[in-house]
């Protein structure tokens, strides 16, 4: 049953912004955030291909794609250093 009205919601939101538009700018900046943080895993995953026959591991989660998306190369070079340094 809630299943049906979570369904039905969506239907509606769809509908209204099929009618009504997009509003452009936050549609924007959200699929910018998707992109960052998509490059922040790829990021991750690499240096952790390469990392690997180092001994070096950073995890994969919300918080460090977010860093290194965001921050790049950078991010990622200052997640190596708190894992080196402080973990």
Known sequence: MVSMIVIGISIALIMILLFVGTPLKPMRFIGQAIVKLGIGVLL????????????????INLFTAVVSGFLGL???ASLAAIHLFIL
């Not at 991750?44 to 995890?59: A, D, K, R, S, T």
């Open 44 to 59: 991750l995953f690499f240096f952790n291909v390469v990392g690997g026959y180092l001994g070096l591991h950073i995890p």
């Open 74 to 76: 950078f991010g990622v």
